[in-house]
């Protein structure tokens, strides 16, 4: 059975951060498949794939550690044309979600189209956690509009149940393993090199704000030079702006060991970067709902995954012990010295971690997850189609 699917965003899809990389992701497989996938979104200008339909006006704004787009104007008369036409079968809403914009979309859907909702946040603090119970109340009509509810982790799905009131099925999000790989491919063996350079390579990709951890990074590189535990040569790449940029870019001149800023990196190159890592470094200390980026790492082929010890990325690695570092506690420099040190000289350990992080990736794959969501698809319909049956 073929869908027409509608992914309700609140944000733009003109950067690809991990909601906008969860939807096209899933999007793509599922157009794959047969289905016809639209993309019911914030302000874009970019059409990186088919049927997107932008219908709201953005401000941007910062919350629970990131900056991101939110709704300040939806364009009732194109939301309703959208609808009118496509005639959805479902309609897959991100969460949580503006009463704006994805909360006058459920309003307005079709009292026969099945309605999914996806929670992606982990808090970071009691300020979300307040901000997330008022929108829930703000939203609490509109949300009883859906009809079956996902959270990408155990994390969000806490996240879900303490502000929206709801109980989900945790479907984590996607990775295209196959897309990596022949990105990967396509950057060719010289384009690895030239990341890699000569001498142990260790990497760092994410944004300059505090809850990504570059300056966990900095300060573990400083222990360990202090205490020589890093080879001759290892060498540093920090990719990735933000507003701690400079900062980190004068830690990192303190140190002795090389350090390169290479700013940000296109989605093209960023598997070769990480295939040239013999340590990829993923230092964040709280705010995630899961661990997209350990994922792309491990697909693109870095020869270890270091991740900080928050309950997102743990989900995500399975608990596996040697993959993750303590990242809230003075220990925490020592620990990612330690594990970089260890990654870069004990070859068997490293070789073991490799293969445990290889294998999560069919967990993750783009069409395991799929299968997952297109059976929560259907059990949505039936729930739609039950509830429309008049009882007598």
Known sequence: MTLRIGFVFDDTLDVLDGVQAHILTLGKELSKRGNEVHYLVGQTEQRPVEHIHPLARNVMVAFNGNRMRIPILSKAGAINQVLEKTHFDVLHVQAPYSPLFAGRVLARANDATAVVATYHIAPTGMLSYVGGKLLGAINSHSHRRVDEVISVSKVAADYAHLTAHVDSSVIPNPVDVWDLLRRREESGQ?????????????????RFVERKGAKVLLEALRWGERRHLFPRGMHVTFAGKGPLLAESQRRADELDTQCSFIGFIEESEKPALLASADVA????????????????????????????????????????????????????????????????????????????????????DVSTVADQVETVYRQAIHDRRRAAVPKS
């Open 190 to 206: 010289q384009t690895i090199d030239r990341f890699h350079g000569d001498g142990p390579h260790v990497v760092f990709l994410g």
């Open 281 to 364: 470094v993923f230092p964040s200390t709280g705010g995630e709902s899961f661990g997209i980026v350990l994922l792309e790492a491990i697909a693109s082929g870095s020869n270890v995954v270091l991740a900080g010890d928050n309950p997102g990325y743990r989900s995500t690695m399975m608990n596996d012990e040697d993959a993750l570092f303590t990242v809230n506690s003075e220990g925490r420099a020592k620990a990612l010295a330690e594990g970089i040190a260890r990654a870069l000289a004990d070859r068997i350990w490293a070789e073991r971690v490799h293969a445990h992080e290889q294998g999560l990736l069919k967990l993750y």
